[in-house]
């Protein structure tokens, strides 16, 4: 029996390479429609959840936690 279940490791790598590739788009001094949609999406996740009062310490635990409950 495997301790990583493949199709989780699966979407942890995939997570991961969209993760490193809206990064990637966020560093380019160009505002992009996408780049626009991600800040978007962004700022209504840290909204809705009320990450925007939390130190960036706390903010990684969080989000953490709720990556690893998925």
């Known amino acids: 029996m495997s301790l990583y279940n493949e199709p ?3 979407l942890f790598a995939a997570a991961l ?3 490193m590739a809206a990064f990637l788009l ?3 001094a160009e505002s992009t429609e996408f ?3 991600l800040q978007k999406k962004n700022y209504q996740y840290e909204v809705t959840f009320a990450l925007y009062m939390l130190t960036p ?3 990684f ?3 953490s ?3 690893l409950t998925l």
Do not use: Y
Request: proline letters at 0%.
């Open 17 to 19: 390479i969209i993760m």
């Open 8 to 10: 989780l490791l699966q």
């Open 35 to 37: 780049v626009k949609w």
């Open 26 to 28: 966020l560093q380019r």
């Open 61 to 63: 635990i969080f989000n």
């Open 65 to 67: 936690i709720l990556f």
């Open 57 to 59: 310490t706390e903010k």
